[in-house]
């Protein structure tokens, strides 16, 4: 699957979305302007009621929407708050817990993105959740009877099935749609509260009764006419969550099925879901219906508000041959052991494409991780440890310089020696890996915590007096993610929609890539010329040259403009750097190490180039 099509398809969702809403508004505000004119004897053609209807309607709309969008700012742990989910302790000695947190990690190691923030919701149904701005915010929900009724081979379908959600961009949609259709119900919570003031508010015969009685007209009939334009708005906006979130289920489905290789397990689940229900017991099931593995709310009196397509029709769509009734009538089992996968890589272009978890790869990197090194990674004070470790300089000198640079206690410089001495064995693959594993826990920092940590992490890069690739790497992946986590960012906004604007910053990009690899000047130069004919289809009406020489400061500023562009742009400019990067048909660790910084920013993760033997 194409993972740029993907994000491209979110981005037209999100527009279509947009125009919808708007829509809506729209029909509501000549509803509301024509019933206001009848009721007040007012002509319908009146501008200034028609004025006031709009701004009323847009102010409503628009604080119901923003209030709604502020509760949700702190990304998927808001949403996970809002239906009742605990987080999993990373250190959970508890089995199924255990095996939750491991094919977690497994997948996000496979697909190159930060581990997500893990919830349980105490419901003994099957159901599962992503949500947040992007992966630097994410958070996976599933329900208890999701652990404990699923084999591990379901599980990682399940999960899988949500990884989808968050690496092509369908997280922030929904959190959107939460925002948008609570703006339109509180036209009708306001609606409501008019209704009951007219209807209790206290009336008599005195001399002032015509106010009163014109008061009681004023609040009875806006708020009921508020209160029922209101609920067709959000008829409608259902329509459009149900429409927009089914066809994403399809989507989801194929991807879980292209990552694990596994049709069946999959399958499995959506059985398991049709014996044992996905219904969630939590008041506030609706809001997040549309973002649910099964349908979270029960099943719809009409098919076209159904937010989810028929089970047996998903598991037509990725297990033809699949026995339902048989799956259905199996009693629970335990959890099986994995079956053992192929581990021989593939084409080499296949292990650097974005939006393409590689889950045998990642079981192989985690099964050769150092005990220790994960546990610390569940810790936060060892996490914090473990990632200083891994940024000394490897000479002794500076190693002690560095140490001493950094605001620790001497427990903590000791604890960083100790990680110091069991890196070595560890590739960049590994490192990076582990700093994936450790971010959870990370974001458990205070906000003066973090502080101290950031500050700390840029001295340990710049102690010996220069930026080493990996470094650079390591900090900008770390310190991306855990920004937009503690200062509560929604991501990068799309700038540029065409590649003409950024040509010089791909140049920058293109050069440095090529700069890498270890053969002479000439093969430098067709390896960059190799990303220029993928980055324009005629070279020479745009001629680019290889820049000699760049420090990481321009390299750095170039990446974060391209950053800010469409998803497109982005495939286009990745493709580049890919095709300069498997010029010679190899691939070193600074190349993967500078393409794991690129892809990152740009929101592509790429999965771990694991070389297996």
């Not at 990304?75 to 987080?87: D, I, K, N």
């Not at 194929?254 to 999959?266: D, I």
């Not at 270890?518 to 220029?532: L, M, Q």
Request: proline share 5%.
């Amino acid at each position: 699957m194409d993972f740029f099509d993907k994000q491209a398809r979110a981005s037209k969702k999100t527009k279509w979305l947009v125009c919808y809403f708007l829509l809506a508004v729209l029909g509501i505000i000549l509803t509301l302007h024509i019933a206001f004119a009848l009721i007040f004897g007012l002509s319908p053609t009146d501008p200034e009621l028609f004025l006031m209807v709009s701004a009323g309607v847009v102010g409503m709309v628009t604080l119901g929407s923003v209030v709604k969008s502020i509760e949700l700012s702190k990304g998927g742990r808001a949403v996970a708050a809002m239906l009742g989910g605990t987080p999993v302790d990373m250190n959970s000695r508890e089995p199924a817990e255990q095996r939750l947190i491991n094919v977690v990690e497994e997948m996000s190691i496979a697909s190159g993105v930060p581990v997500p923030e893990i919830y349980v919701l105490e419901d003994q149904t099957i159901n599962a959740f992503a949500a947040g701005h992007g992966p630097g915010d994410a958070a996976i929900g599933v329900t208890r009877g999701c652990i404990d009724r699923l084999t591990r081979d379901e599980l990682q379908g399940v999960i899988g099935h949500e990884f989808s959600h968050i690496i092509h961009g369908d997280m922030r949609l929904n959190i959107r749609l939460i925002g948008v259709l609570n703006g339109i119900l509180f036209l009708a919570l306001i609606g409501g509260f008019l209704l009951r003031m007219g209807i209790y508010s206290p009336r008599s015969d005195s001399s002032d009764g015509r106010s009163k009685a014109t008061g009681f007209v004023v609040f009875v009939g806006g708020g009921l006419t508020l209160y029922l334009v209101g609920w067709i708005g959000v008829f409608f906006g259902k329509l459009i969550k149900a429409a927009v979130s089914r066809q994403r289920e399809f989507l989801a489905d194929a991807s879980s099925v292209q990552y694990t290789r596994n049709p069946e397990g999959l399958a499995g689940a959506l059985a398991k879901i049709a014996k044992f229900s996905s219904r969630i017991d939590n008041p506030r099931a609706e809001e997040a219906s549309h973002m649910y593995f099964g349908n979270g709310i029960g099943d719809s009196w009409l098919a076209m508000f159904s937010t989810h397509p028929p089970i047996e029709e998903r598991i037509q769509e990725i297990a033809p041959g699949f026995d339902i009734a048989a799956a259905k009538a199996s009693a629970p089992v335990l959890p099986s052991t994995p079956k053992k996968q192929n581990l021989v890589g593939g084409r080499l272009a296949e292990a650097l494409l974005p939006g393409q978890p590689r889950v045998a790869e990642a079981a192989a990197l985690l099964a050769g991780l150092p005990d220790v090194a994960k546990s610390a990674c569940r810790e936060l004070h060892g996490a914090c440890a473990l990632v200083y470790s891994l940024l000394l300089p490897d000479e002794e000198s500076q190693r002690e310089r560095a140490i001493a640079l950094i605001d620790a206690d001497d427990v903590l410089r000791a604890e960083i020696l100790a990680h110091y001495e069991k890196r070595a064995g560890l590739n960049s693959a590994q490192r990076l890996g582990l700093v994936d594993i450790a971010i959870p826990t990370l974001r458990h920092l205070s906000h003066e915590q973090y502080a101290v940590f950031r500050s700390n992490v840029k001295k340990l890069v710049e102690a010996d007096g220069e930026i080493q690739l990996f470094e650079y790497t390591l900090q900008k992946i770390l310190v991306r993610h855990l920004d937009l986590y503690f200062s509560n960012a929604t991501g990068t906004k799309v700038v540029y929609k065409s590649l003409l604007p950024l040509l010089p910053e791909a140049g920058i990009l293109l050069s440095v890539l090529a700069s890498v690899d270890p053969g002479t000047d000439e093969h430098k130069d067709a390896a960059f010329r190799s990303g220029v004919s993928e980055l324009l289809v005629k070279p020479s009406a745009f001629p680019l040259e290889r820049a000699v020489t760049i420090d990481l400061l321009g390299f750095d500023s170039a990446l974060d403009k391209i950053a800010m562009a469409a998803p497109d742009v982005k495939r286009t400019i990745l493709t580049a750097c890919g095709a300069v990067v498997m010029h010679d048909g190899e691939v070193n660790d600074y190349e993967v190490e500078f393409l794991r910084a690129i892809s990152d920013t740009l929101d592509c993760p790429v999965p771990p180039f694991v070389r297996i033997a």
